[in-house]
């Protein structure tokens, strides 16, 4: 039984709503696109809100909007997924990597303070593994420092923290929709704000320097970041679906867990106090995780490691040299590097079926010894 880390529940209602797209002949950002952010604006309950080609750009835009770049500083979680930190970079801004906490491996603005410096412009919680990272101290300590927050809710749409959406606590919040996301249009991504004027400067940007289209006089220097009405079409019937993706994602989280439970060597992620979860993937701790994972791939089974921290990527060591200086990284990072040792994700996709948990976790039982 193969059992892959991930797959996208898209079939042939995405299917028909993108022939609709044909018939009407309209298959750049269009009238669907209108309807898909207006129900964005409503699920987030965000004001304002533009769409961009993939969440990586989103993030890129939500910072040029807030006009941070060369000689900036932005601080970022040690354990998130690259693209936090590439769109720091293709802003022209210096990430800088700040550790995470113990429990649930996000920012926090105890860690964030030894880390800020005049040059710091902003920071940016990653809500991680759909979970929504502990706002307060973090907002409170920008406004005290006035520094600008960046929400990456890459992996959050449709999550709450006590009743407020991932994405809207900040200046600014970026949403992806890749085929791995709860909500995908096989790639596109979002951004929203509370403020009109980073709202009026996300649509110049995406849109060549002007507000609208119909003109050729551009009063500045913009890009082209339109999305496509064949994405909006599969948007608007994921978003239809999302409470059902999210029901099935949390039903196959706890199999997991009921299967796991008795088997020490293994520790669920928890989510923050006052935080829903659409689970991205099942996020354990684990005993033994490299061989663990091995074993699991000689049972066709795909695992995948948490993220490998930034300051240990191969295209950021020069960058973490100079921001490390002679400290041990181990001592300046210990929770990113045990969540990198110990973490091992599972698949918690809509479709997948009990049979193939019951796989999974009899591996997982074999390996530690458990019948
Ligand atoms: C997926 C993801 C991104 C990037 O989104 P893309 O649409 O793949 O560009 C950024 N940050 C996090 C935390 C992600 O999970």
Same mark, same amino acid.
């Given at each position: 039984?193969?059992?892959?880390q991930?797959?996208?529940?898209?079939?042939?209602?995405?299917?028909?709503?993108?022939?609709?797209?044909?018939?009407?002949?309209?298959? #750049?950002? /269009?009238?669907?696109? *209108?309807?898909?952010?207006?129900?964005?604006?409503? @699920? =987030?309950? !965000?004001?304002? %809100?533009?769409?961009?080609?993939?969440?990586?750009?989103?993030?890129?835009?939500?910072?040029?909007?807030?006009?941070?770049?060369?000689?900036?500083?932005?601080?970022?979680?040690d354990?998130?997924?690259?693209?936090?930190?590439?769109?720091v970079?293709?802003?022209?801004?210096?990430?800088?990597?700040?550790?995470?906490?113990?429990?649930?491996?996000?920012?926090?603005?105890?860690?964030?303070?030894?880390?800020?410096?005049?040059?710091?412009?902003?920071?940016?919680?990653?809500?991680?593994?759909?979970?929504?990272?502990?706002?307060?101290?973090?907002?409170?300590?920008?406004?005290r420092?006035?520094?600008?927050v960046?929400?990456?809710?890459?992996?959050?749409?449709?999550?709450?923290?006590?009743?407020?959406?991932?994405? #809207?606590? /900040?200046?600014?919040? *970026?949403?992806?929709?890749?085929?791995?996301?709860? @909500? =995908?249009? !096989?790639?596109? %991504?979002?951004?929203?704000?509370?403020?009109?004027?980073?709202?009026?400067?996300?649509?110049?940007?995406r849109?060549?320097?002007?507000?609208?289209?119909?003109?050729?006089?551009?009063a500045?220097?913009?890009?082209?970041?339109?999305?496509?009405?064949?994405?909006?079409?599969?948007?608007?019937?994921?978003l239809?679906?999302?409470?059902?993706?999210?029901?099935?994602?949390?039903?196959?989280?706890?199999?997991?867990?009921?299967?796991?439970?008795?088997?020490?060597?293994?520790?669920?992620?928890?989510?923050?106090?006052?935080?829903?979860?659409?689970?991205?993937?099942?996020?354990?701790?684990?005993?033994?995780?490299?061989?663990?994972?091995?074993?699991?791939?000689?049972?066709?089974?795909?695992?995948?490691?948490?993220?490998?921290?930034?300051?240990?990527?191969?295209?950021?060591?020069?960058?973490?040299?100079?921001?490390?200086a002679?400290?041990?990284?181990?001592?300046?990072?210990?929770?990113?590097?045990?969540?990198y040792?110990?973490?091992?994700?599972?698949?918690?996709?809509?479709?997948?079926?009990?049979?193939?948990?019951?796989h999974?976790?009899?591996?997982?039982?074999?390996?530690?010894?458990?019948?």
């Amino acid at each position: 039984m193969k059992v892959p880390q991930a797959m996208p529940w898209i079939g042939e209602d995405e299917y028909r709503a993108i022939a609709d797209c044909f018939r009407d002949a309209w298959i #750049t950002e /269009g009238p669907k696109a *209108a309807v898909f952010r207006a129900q964005l604006l409503e @699920l =987030t309950g !965000a004001r304002q %809100g533009v769409f961009a080609p993939n969440g990586t750009l989103a993030l890129y835009l939500a910072l040029r909007a807030l006009e941070i770049g060369p000689g900036d500083e932005v601080l970022i979680p040690d354990l998130t997924f690259v693209a936090s930190a590439n769109a720091v970079q293709m802003a022209g801004a210096t990430p800088v990597f700040v550790d995470v906490d113990p429990r649930h491996f996000q920012m926090t603005a105890h860690a964030v303070e030894r880390w800020i410096t005049p040059r710091t412009r902003a920071l940016m919680p990653v809500h991680l593994w759909g979970t929504v990272a502990v706002m307060e101290p973090i907002l409170e300590l920008a406004s005290r420092r006035g520094l600008l927050v960046i929400e990456d809710a890459a992996q959050a749409i449709g999550v709450r923290r006590n009743g407020r959406h991932a994405g #809207t606590f /900040g200046h600014v919040g *970026a949403f992806s929709f890749f085929a791995d996301k709860s @909500l =995908t249009t !096989a790639e596109g %991504g979002f951004v929203v704000t509370g403020d009109e004027t980073i709202a009026e400067r996300l649509e110049v940007l995406r849109n060549q320097g002007r507000r609208k289209a119909g003109t050729f006089v551009h009063a500045q220097v913009g890009y082209n970041f339109r999305f496509t009405d064949i994405q909006a079409a599969i948007g608007l019937v994921q978003l239809a679906k999302l409470p059902e993706t999210r029901r099935r994602k949390l039903e196959n989280l706890e199999r997991y867990r009921s299967w796991l439970a008795d088997v020490p060597q293994v520790v669920c992620f928890e989510p923050p106090a006052g935080s829903e979860w659409i689970p991205f993937r099942a996020p354990l701790l684990c005993e033994r995780a490299g061989e663990l994972m091995e074993h699991l791939r000689r049972h066709d089974i795909e695992p995948r490691s948490w993220f490998c921290p930034l300051h240990l990527q191969p295209c950021y060591a020069a960058l973490a040299a100079g921001q490390i200086a002679d400290a041990a990284p181990a001592e300046l990072f210990p929770n990113a590097h045990r969540a990198y040792d110990l973490g091992v994700l599972l698949p918690v996709f809509p479709t997948l079926s009990a049979e193939q948990i019951e796989h999974v976790c009899r591996t997982i039982r074999a390996f530690y010894g458990r019948r």
